[in-house]
């Protein structure tokens, strides 16, 4: 302390104070991480039929009533604080799993449990329900693969999002579609994640269905506030979205034929216990099924136009295990819909007379792919990593092109010269689109059963296209010409590191605090972003919780978005020179009780400050964008606060919830009247 005394100022007295207090922090810390020489327990929960793995499944002793839950891999990891462990693992709509053990060393323990709908199965079913009530998020849903079976459907579809419109805080904007506005939030403020991966167009059927098919969904959460540190790059939401892995005993299969589509799903083991393959499929057939009706239509009115409209999405998935200790996985989704209007009629060559059929087709079409390889590695008893290598591309399209298309009446100049031609055939496709590549590195580390930490890096490379237009020509006795108008494309890169802790203090209190901190490199500038988080709970009984939270978000890439129901047309862009980050913060603070094992009931407040909000500026026009589209924005703020109420019953004889919402959504933008 002597050397500290000789050798700081009057001036840095200040400074000396944050840093003992960091030291403080730091040494209390690894006080009580040290404290807890227990031995520890670790290993995977998985369904015993089918070897996938089960997310946020709880496991706690009973004697000391330490516990936890696994991760979105099915680790766990739990250091009880005895000898004598009676060990209990539970999940929604599963048996559960009682272990008697006795530990003279860290053991490695993997738990099966059985699908069940035993009556018994309920009370166990709370206490998964309580350890949720208790932790230290708030503002969150989950829905596992039992629950996706219980959502409503339309037309035979169960729906996955649109699920999640009749959540509290969560409503679908256009009546009939299927994206989703989070407290007061536009529909790219929400990170939407397929097996990790982004998805940048969540739409099929112009907006009435979801690209998510529940065959294939093993899991669901919704965020609507109080975001940990490991996500970021949206301010309103985040939907993280987990794909089954495929069955490690036996070959299943299914199919249903529906009114507005077809499904196929099939899983199976290559190697068994070793290695296994799911693939889903779905597709619409109106396009098929109105063939006949568009025929005799045509004939009667001596007419030959047909038009068109289908979907498809296709889900893969392969996953190896190498040992107990070691996973790989990869999985790949590819969704398109298209709509399109063919129409065929006689011309006439004038240079040789002879009739051609002329083809003429328009339209317009949009999909993403999505791909990730992913390894999972456990080292040790208490750290667990995740590599995973992804891609993401949405493109949409806007089609046109006709063949034998003789066009003399309206000759142009061509190459800069008096001469005239004529217009054999033409092609015209104007698309705009985002992809990215992106590499993580995430660490899951359980020191103790007071703390929980991850921590992780990610690099991203981005390519926008916001618009570009292309058309070729054929011409007499020229050859083919080619124009290309638009804006340039725009890279960029975005690297992202973060840090989080979920602690406890005591039985009362529980805390999750983090922070992300992100560099936008795009156009030679760089955009730093610091993102402090906070959520925490406290007990005020062992039924009733307060929560309250506080999230510091942003936001680099932006949806250039249309009034159009369900239309994609909207075009997405990055911040640049001259467009900067959006940013928000929000405060949430609310209460949760849990009434016996089947009602909960939770209230909420919250509060949230939008800044530097990017919309289209009045009159532009969505599709000509020019080369210049940064011209055709303007930038605003917004504010959003009100309150929330959900009370769902979770077990028993009927099942059911009902929400109610009540906000205020303002937003501010120069030159913009609404």
Partial sequence: M??????????????????????????????????????????????????????SATVFDSITMKGTVSNDYGFYSLKPGGDEVVLICSYVGYSPSYLLLTLKSDTSVNIFLSPSLALDEVTISGQSSDLDIFSSQMSSHNINRINLKTLPTLLGETDLVKAMQYLPGVSSGTEGTSGIYVRGGSSDQNLILLDGVPVYNVNHLFGFYSVFNGDAVNSATLLKGGFPARYSGRLSSVIDIGLKEGNMKEFHGSASLGI???????????????????????????????????????????????????????????????????????????????FYINETDKQINPDDQKTYDLDNKMGFYWGNITSALRWNYIWGTQLFSNLTLSYSNYRFTNFESSEHFFSYENRQPVLETDQTYGLRTYDYEYYSGIRDLSMRLNFSYIPSPNHYLRFGIRGTSYAFKPGVQDAWYEWENIGISHESVGADSVDAFEFVAYIEDDFSIGDRFKSNIGVNTSAFVVDGKTYYSIEPRVSARFKITDRLVYKASYAKMSQNIHLLTNSMMGLPTDIWVPTTKNIIPEESWQVATGLKYKHG???????????????????????????????????????????????????????????????YTWSKNTRTFENISF
């Fill in 597 to 659: 094992s089947e009602w909960e009931f939770s209230f909420e407040l919250f509060y949230k400050d939008l800044q530097n909000l990017v919309e289209y500026a009045e009159g532009a026009d969505l599709l000509l964008n020019g080369d210049n589209w940064e011209s055709k924005v303007v930038s605003g703020d917004g504010l959003v606060y009100g309150a929330e109420f959900f009370v769902e019953k979770t077990a028993g004889r009927w099942t059911g919830s009902m929400g």
């Fill in 2 to 55: 002597e050397f500290f005394t000789t050798t700081l100022d009057r001036k840095n007295y200040r400074h000396s104070r944050v840093g003992y207090f960091i030291y403080l922090i730091v040494f209390l810390l690894f006080i009580s991480v040290s404290s807890y020489s227990q031995y520890v327990i670790h290993g995977t929960v998985t369904d015993e039929l089918t070897g996938e793995v089960l997310i």
């Fill in 260 to 338: 507005i589509s077809s499904k196929l799903l099939l899983e199976g083991p290559i190697v068994k216990d070793k290695t296994s393959f799911l693939i889903s499929g779905r597709r619409t057939y109106y396009d098929i099924l109105s063939y006949p009706i568009q025929y005799a239509v045509n004939k009667r009115n001596k007419s030959d136009t047909y038009f068109g409209y289908y979907f498809y999405d296709l889900n893969a998935k392969i996953n190896h295990k190498f040992s107990d200790k070691s996973r790989l996985f990869f999985s790949s989704y590819l969704g398109k819909d298209e």
